[in-house]
């Protein structure tokens, strides 16, 4: 909760203060407050058209109560994006939903340098400490460094590592890892991936090419398709969202940097426009500054 409410504090000075600016002085929400909340909802990456939603929704309460005090709406701003945001089954790993599958299988997607490797030693820590057993593939074959450290993020946080040299073929390492996670009775199974974005097709082609043989030995695997996306490149986030839904089925979110950056309001936009969960967010780069989501806490720690 510290590490979530310091890690937003850009976020909420740029714009959830400018908020509290616009009202300054003001009695009840007018259009120019209207207007002012629009360019403050914009400018803070949660996107034209999930803004313009909430404003419209703002406008709608206004017209049915007749006059909106403004000392309300930042309830109502509340209430309006948390409705805009997924809910998550849990904000806690110690109950963290693998939905009756053992193991549970993650594929990990994400173009380089968004923080894919990270999140996946973090999530792998994480879920360590709540007591799984967890098991990371680096199907990343194509960097040379990616391989190397995913397993000194596996030593470092003490979670098993299968790997094969680097440029051996992907889909060969993700059917070793998956196969020694059900000969090693293991819960989790993290396959790191390789996020070559300028070649869609080729990245088409290897992620099919992963599932297909990760299926052979667990048929409905991969369970989660988690694309990773820095926050702070705001609409850059979106655009790599647009990219990889097209490319694969992605199921769940993990949105990076939070901490630092004054885009946060693109957990918002983001959620909005793909109606992917967000399911995890990064405040910072040590081991436990990984949370599973709750949109509750998240605009809890804006608005405070
Ligand atoms: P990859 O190329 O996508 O695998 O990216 P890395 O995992 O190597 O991360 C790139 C940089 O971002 C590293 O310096 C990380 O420490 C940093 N990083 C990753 N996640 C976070 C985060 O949530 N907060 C901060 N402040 N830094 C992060």
Redesign the pocket.
């Known amino acids: 909760q510290q590490d979530l409410e310091k ?1 937003l504090e850009k976020t909420k000075d740029s714009f959830f203060s400018k908020i509290t600016k616009a009202v300054a002085g003001k009695s009840t929400v007018d259009d120019e407050v209207l207007d002012d909340l629009e360019e403050i909802l914009v400018t803070s990456d949660v996107g034209v058209n999930t803004t313009l939603k909430i404003i419209k929704r703002i406008e709608e309460r206004v017209a049915k109560d007749k006059y909106l005090n403004t000392t309300e709406l930042n309830g109502i701003l509340k209430e309006e994006i948390q409705g805009l945001l997924a809910e998550n089954n849990s904000n806690d790993f110690h109950n963290f939903e693998y939905g009756n599958h053992k193991p549970y299988v993650i594929m990990v997607v ?13 999530l792998a820590h994480k879920l360590k400490q709540a007591g799984s057993k967890v098991v990371i593939g680096a199907a ?1 074959t194509f ?1 040379a460094a ?1 391989v190397s ?1 995913i397993q000194l993020w596996g030593e470092r946080v003490g979670v098993r590592v299968v790997a094969q040299a680097m440029g051996s073929d992907p889909a060969s390492v993700a059917y070793d890892t998956v196969k020694s996670a059900v000969s090693n009775g293991d819960d989790v199974v993290i396959i ?1 991936t390789a ?1 070559r974005l300028h070649n869609k097709v080729g990245l088409m082609n290897e992620l099919t090419k992963i599932k297909n043989v990760m299926q052979k030995v667990i048929p409905n695997a991969p369970h989660e398709i988690l694309l ?1 996306l ?1 926050a702070s490149t705001g609409q850059n986030a979106i655009e790599q969202c647009k990219q990889f839904t097209q490319a694969t089925d992605v199921n769940a979110l993990a949105l ?5 950056t004054a885009k946060g309001g693109v957990v918002i936009g983001i959620s909005d426009q793909f109606k992917i969960p967000v399911k995890y ?5 040590a081991a436990d ?2 949370q599973l989501f709750d949109r509750k806490a998240f605009v809890d720690s804006l608005f405070k």
């Open positions: 890690g994400g173009v380089n340098g968004v923080g894919k490797t990270t999140t996946i030693g973090k990343d960097r990616a450290q790191d996020g990773v820095d990076t940097k939070l901490d630092g967010i990064g405040v910072g780069e500054q990984l």
